[in-house]
């Protein structure tokens, strides 16, 4: 399926019942510590001259914060004043980018994934108006920027490659071709991944 050729309304039908799946967890029994804590990041759709476009957000250098500048998708842990993990990752994007959840049009969630500082993040695909004008917080983030999701979705620009853990064991890890000088690869890629999956689009 050509990418730009997704309608809403296929798009909302893909992500259908990507709840009642398992979690992603692509890490060795007993590698993680502990249950992991709940999250949720927004996976923020646009329109821009009939091109799907993906919103992406590169993290500000923050000492101590193993997330510190790498390319992401705005969200973060479920705090107790979020009534659930959509409204966290809504809250998340305010706080990040100035995104009011009121402007967001939710259309699904993929499958919960297990990530390497033993969070289970959802993240939850939302339509955004564009042109929007969007509001970065100073402190966390250092850039937005879009990538067309048929690009994400050419093989030619993805590599995956091995990370090795404690006891000899070893996980894979995707990475993305560099896009405007930028370098989607980890969870985040994982999410993408799962999302060009879901759609049917890889």
Same mark, same amino acid.
């Given at each position: 399926?050509?990418?730009?050729?997704?309608?809403?309304?296929?798009?909302?039908?893909?992500?259908? %019942?990507?709840?009642?799946?398992?979690?992603?967890?692509?890490? =060795?029994?007993?590698?993680?510590?502990?249950? #992991?804590? #709940?999250?949720?990041?927004?996976? =923020?759709?646009?329109?821009?001259?009939?091109?799907?476009?993906?919103?992406?957000?590169?993290?500000? %250098?923050?000492?101590?914060?193993?997330?510190?500048?790498?390319?992401? !998708?705005?969200?973060?842990?479920?705090? =107790?004043?979020? #009534?659930?993990?959509?409204?966290?990752?809504?809250?998340?994007?305010?706080?990040?980018?100035?995104?009011?959840?009121? %402007?967001?049009?939710?259309?699904?969630?993929?499958?919960?994934?297990?990530?390497?500082?033993?969070?289970?993040?959802?993240?939850?695909?939302?339509?955004? #108006?564009?042109?929007?004008?969007?509001?970065?917080?100073?402190?966390?983030?250092?850039?937005? !920027?879009?990538?067309?999701?048929?690009?994400?979705? %050419?093989?030619?620009?993805?590599?995956?490659?091995?990370?090795? $853990? =404690?006891?000899?064991?070893?996980?894979?890890?995707?990475?993305?071709?560099? !896009?405007?000088?930028?370098?989607?690869?980890?969870?985040?890629?994982? !999410?993408?991944?799962?999302?060009?999956?879901?759609?049917? $689009?890889?």
């Amino acid at each position: 399926m050509n990418a730009n050729s997704l309608t809403v309304d296929i798009i909302r039908r893909k992500l259908n %019942d990507q709840s009642s799946l398992p979690p992603h967890n692509h890490f =060795p029994p007993g590698f993680l510590s502990g249950p #992991p804590r #709940p999250a949720a990041v927004l996976i =923020p759709f646009i329109r821009q001259n009939n091109q799907w476009r993906i919103l992406f957000i590169r993290r500000n %250098d923050i000492d101590g914060d193993r997330h510190s500048g790498q390319v992401a !998708f705005p969200g973060g842990a479920q705090e =107790p004043l979020d #009534p659930s993990l959509q409204d966290a990752a809504l809250r998340e994007a305010q706080e990040e980018i100035g995104l009011n959840p009121k %402007d967001v049009q939710i259309l699904g969630n993929l499958r919960d994934f297990i990530t390497i500082s033993n969070f289970q993040v959802t993240p939850f695909v939302g339509l955004i #108006p564009w042109p929007y004008e969007l509001n970065p917080s100073p402190a966390e983030v250092k850039k937005i !920027f879009t990538i067309p999701l048929d690009w994400l979705a %050419d093989s030619n620009n993805l590599e995956e490659t091995w990370r090795d $853990l =404690p006891d000899n064991q070893r996980i894979s890890v995707a990475y993305f071709q560099e !896009f405007d000088n930028e370098i989607l690869w980890g969870a985040s890629a994982r !999410f993408t991944l799962d999302l060009l999956s879901t759609l049917g $689009l890889r």
